[in-house]
């Protein structure tokens, strides 16, 4: 008799075994509204609400905005800050140092409790974090000598090719809906050009439609942004700006009219990049904001551009989720899927300032039910609700949502209301949300291959051997690695979030897996990353790796071109 797996055992014992299946998990309370959100460590994920009335409290007995969520113990720690995050951005560096990037001025009846200050300016950092549990891990502020050079509030922050990261936009200060107060610049952290910021025509002409620019780190080291519903290539080394086709049929993606938008996964050899744009609304951007509607429905458009000459000729090629959405998410997958989550299905992005609301909120029909979106199908076949579970807690403004290093999805926060809210049953709009699921793939369920020995330092264009426990009955027919920012979630954007597939060779004994590390820092961003190894349809734990030197920003390039 052949000897069977676990995998096999399972699927012989057909009907009455449990099959795993995708599935909803409630993780407990995250005590504050988890508003942003970014994996730090192989064990903790950061949090950040504004500064107002969470339940949370720091050692010094003041309000916490701030938290540090336990992936182990499902249990969240205070964390101390001194500014308003409120509606920043953020990303890792090339040394392994998250930085958190502006906020706003708090609410004069929310400093009683939490002593905030303003964070329009505010670069907040963190780690890299070795403990665990977060044990003396803090953040670092230093509002008076480590600061933006503009005040800015829903800006977008991205590493680039140097390792440091890229400021994008943002209002100067608070908002009644479109970006009236426009900051319309780019700057770096490190600061770049004596720290003087550069003006963007781009930004100017994507008015009033443009907070959260959606910007994405090309593999030659330029920058993909998509704002309203415009999009361009610019150039960080020559500071130009290289305009690309307009979103087609008036889709518009940024705040606050909120679609998103990820690069889709780059593979070997030649990495060309794709961009997909899914949902927000079609609604002009001329719109009197007493006109607009909770009502109104958000668009199922999904647009896909490839960024080689022949994809930008081509320009963007339209698809249709199965139903509109406001705010949705996509997280790429370590299997190189795309899963899209959250959001609503009609209205629109922001809290109370639009003609019809519902309670509090801009949006209303919260969807419940993720799909899948497979990159690779051909066009008409790439979503998918198959196998997907329903929710019953609503992901609306100010929620988010990560992929862990354990390989499930993290959701947290959603809060269309401007402080913590117990809306009363019975009454229109959505209760701010202190609940912390997760999305968990089948595999979660299954024995699924175990990495070892994955080098702490992966230097680029070089290969690398690590060890690997495949579980009996899993296939190894299909081998993906894939190494990955997990990014910054934010806004229903997830800058610096990445996918780049590397090429590996499993040896003849099937123990170990010989890898080879991207070509160069222009192609992953040199900093931190989670490699994950997929067999079939079963994928490994994340292992933590540093990807380049782990020197401070800006580094020099590294590896070969391509
Ligand atoms: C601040 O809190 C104290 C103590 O709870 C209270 O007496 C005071 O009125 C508060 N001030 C404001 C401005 O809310
Ligand atoms: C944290 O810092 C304290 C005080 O410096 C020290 O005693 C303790 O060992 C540290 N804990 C960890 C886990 O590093
Ligand atoms: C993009 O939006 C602008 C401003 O509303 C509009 O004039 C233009 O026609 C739109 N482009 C497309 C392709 O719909
Ligand atoms: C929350 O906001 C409401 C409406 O603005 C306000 O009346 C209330 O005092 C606020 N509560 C706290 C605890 O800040
Ligand atoms: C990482 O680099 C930034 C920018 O130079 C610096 O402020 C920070 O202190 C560095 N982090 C560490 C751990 O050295």
Redo the contacts with the bound molecule.
Sequence with gaps: MLPLGPLACLLLTGATAHAAQWKFVDKGNAGIVGLEAIVVSPTLVLMFDRATNDPLHTADGKVAWGSLWNLETNEPTAVKLLSDSFCASGSM?S???MVSVGGNIPAAADVNQTGAYDGRMALR?FG?CADPAGANCTIFEDLDHLTLAETRWYTSALRIFDGSLMIVGGIHESTPFYNTDPVNSFEF??KKDGGVPRPSAFLERSLPVNLFPRVFALPDGKVFMLANNLSMIYDVETDTEQPLPDLPNGQRVSNPFDGTAQLLPLSPPDFIPEILACGGSTMSDQTPVEELSSQDPATTQCSRIALSPEGIAKGWEVDHMPEGRMMPEMIPLPNGQIMIINGAGTGYAAVASIGVTTGNSNADHPVFTPVLYTPSAPLGKRMSKLGMPTTNIARLYHSTVTLTPQGNILLAGSNPNGNLTVVPAGQPGFSSELRVETLDPPFMELPRPVLSNVPSKISFNQKFTIGIDIPAGVSTSSIQVALMDLGFSTHAFHPSARVVFMDAKLSANKKSLTITAPPNNRVYPPGPAYVFVTLGDTTSVGAHVMVGSGA??PVPDQGVRL
């Design positions: 560096l040394n392994g140092t950092l890299p952290f490190p401070n920003p």
